[in-house]
């Protein structure tokens, strides 16, 4: 089963708009001969109207770290994945940050997933087990849990819209990932094995699952060799027009696009 390659970049609360549009020109040039790889950037909620406008007709998606469940209501500081929608391809939900900053629960996460997918976009749904969980032996358990509890009620059908990024948060931003083979390992057994069990081999196997933590073009090439990883999600090395498109251009050689 071949599945496209996605590398997506998480600017979490960098780059102001005119920075942002800046830097996708320039990236979207340097990134033209890897299309097979399908690229994905998010910006901040407030430069997402001028990049978007900025990649009209680019071969560079554009994602938004998050979406509220609702379409409208008093929900201060909020945005709807209805709002989004004519801006962006995906949502990135369920990010570690937003779970410890913003008490993001996996329930809420469900109720995200539902709502984007209705309105026609795709999620990128982030899972991963702290550092005293993988310590402890928990993170087979605990990526379960949080796979199964993100897609209660998803159909087989909107599964074709949905990416999993599997993320263990004591490799996000501390330049300590997880090897290729412990990564990939977690991500068949915790992930795909789970969509199995939940759906059929065949939404499965079509699945696109990512890793993520510290990815940089010096390791790009170990996750990229894993059989079930899929792409990345990338946070610190995709803020440089030069790391970012490396990586890219790794994931199609390794993945042989
Ligand atoms: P990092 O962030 O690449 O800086 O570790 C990854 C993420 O938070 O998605």
């Given at each position: 089963?071949?599945?496209?390659?996605?590398?997506?970049?998480?600017?979490?609360?960098?780059?102001?708009?005119?920075?942002?549009?800046?830097?996708?020109?320039?990236?979207?040039?340097?990134?033209?001969?890897?299309?097979?790889?399908?690229?994905?950037?998010?910006?901040?909620?407030?430069?997402?109207?001028?990049?978007?406008?900025?990649?009209?007709?680019?071969?560079?998606?554009?994602?938004?770290?998050?979406?509220?469940?609702?379409?409208?209501?008093?929900?201060?500081?909020?945005?709807?994945?209805?709002?989004?929608?004519?801006?962006?391809?995906?949502?990135?939900?369920?990010?570690?940050?937003?779970?410890?900053?913003?008490?993001?629960?996996?329930?809420?996460?469900n109720?995200?997933?539902?709502?984007?997918?209705?309105?026609?976009?795709?999620?990128?749904i982030?899972?991963?087990?702290?550092?005293?969980?993988?310590?402890?032996?928990?993170?087979?358990?605990?990526?379960r849990s949080q796979v199964s509890a993100a897609l209660e009620g998803i159909s087989a059908?909107d599964m074709?819209?949905v990416?999993i990024?599997?993320?263990?948060?004591?490799?996000?931003?501390?330049?300590?990932?997880?090897?290729?083979?412990?990564?990939?390992?977690?991500?068949?057994?915790a992930v795909r094995d789970t969509v199995r069990a939940l759906y059929d081999d065949a939404v499965a196997?079509?699945l696109?699952?990512?890793?993520?933590?510290?990815?940089?073009?010096?390791?790009?090439?170990?996750?990229?060799?894993?059989?079930?990883?899929?792409?990345?999600?990338?946070?610190?090395?995709?803020?440089?027009?030069?790391?970012?498109?490396?990586?890219?251009?790794?994931?199609?050689?390794?993945?042989?696009?």
């Open positions: 089963m071949s599945r496209t390659p996605i590398i997506a970049g998480n600017w979490k609360m960098h780059k102001s708009p005119k920075v942002a549009v800046a830097f996708v020109q320039e990236l979207a040039s340097m990134i033209q001969p890897y299309d097979k790889v399908e690229r994905v950037v998010a910006p901040t909620f407030l430069a997402l109207g001028s990049v978007a406008a900025a990649l009209e007709g680019a071969a560079l998606k554009v994602a938004s770290q998050d979406a509220h469940w609702e379409e409208s209501g008093a929900y201060t500081s909020q945005v709807s994945a209805a709002m989004l929608q004519p801006l962006v391809d995906y949502v990135i939900i369920g990010h570690s940050e937003c779970r410890a900053f913003l008490n993001e629960t996996d329930e809420n996460v109720k995200k997933a539902h709502a984007i997918l209705a309105c026609g976009l795709q999620a990128i982030a899972v991963g087990e702290s550092l005293e969980q993988n310590e402890a032996g928990e993170t087979v358990e605990f990526v059908e074709r819209r990416v990024a599997y993320e263990p948060i004591w490799a996000i931003g501390t330049g300590r990932s997880a090897s290729g083979e412990q990564a990939d390992e977690i991500i068949k057994s196997d079509a696109r699952i990512q890793y993520g933590g510290s990815v940089k073009p010096g390791n790009m090439e170990e996750f990229m060799s894993q059989p079930n990883i899929d792409g990345a999600l990338v946070g610190g090395a995709s803020l440089q027009a030069d790391d970012f498109a490396a990586l890219i251009e790794i994931a199609s050689r390794v993945k042989g696009m």
